[in-house]
C-alpha cells in the first residue's frame, strides 16, 4: 500500500495521505531492536568470557576454556540463527549482528592476553578479573531472564509446569 489515497478519497481526509501505520515495518523495528538488545548482552558476556580464555596461563587450562566457549557459543549462534530466520529481523541485520557476536570473542581473548602479562600482577590485577566475571555472569543473567524466559511465561501454560520443567 503506498499511503497516497486515489483522487476519490481526498475530499474525506482532506490532505491527499493516509496515516496508516505499516506493521510490518513496525515488527521489523522491534525484531531489530530485541536482536540488538540479545546481541549486545551476548557480547559483553563473551568479550569477558574471552578474557576468561586469555588471562589462563596454564596450556590445558587455556584448551579446556577454549573448548568449552566453542561449544556453547556454536550452539548459542544456531539458535540465534535459527530464530532470526523466522522473525521480521531483516537479513542484512542478522549478518551484521552475527559478524558482531563473533569477532567480539577474539578481542575479549587479546585483552585477557594484554591485561594478564606477567609484570602486571598482584591484588589490583585480581580485584579487576573478579568485576569483569561479575559483568560477563550478569549478561548472560539478562539475556536468560529477560529474553528467553520471558517469552517461555507468556506462553499458555500453568506457573507450576512452567516451574517443574525449568528445574
Known sequence: KSGVLDSEHDDKKGHGHS???DLASS???QATARGFLVILA???HDFFEGIAVGVARQESAVWFLLL???SHKWVIAVCLGLKWSRSALKPLVAILYMT???LVS???ILTGMLLSSPEQEG???NTALIVLQGIATGSLLYVVFFEIL???RQKQVSGIVQALAFS
Open 19 to 21: 496515516h496508516d501505520i
Open 27 to 29: 515488527d521489523s523495528i
Open 42 to 44: 551476548l557480547c559483553i
Open 68 to 70: 568449552a566457549f566453542a
Open 100 to 102: 558482531t557476536f563473533c
Open 106 to 108: 577474539p578481542v575479549g
Open 123 to 125: 591484588d589490583m590485577m
Open 150 to 152: 520471558e517469552k517461555e
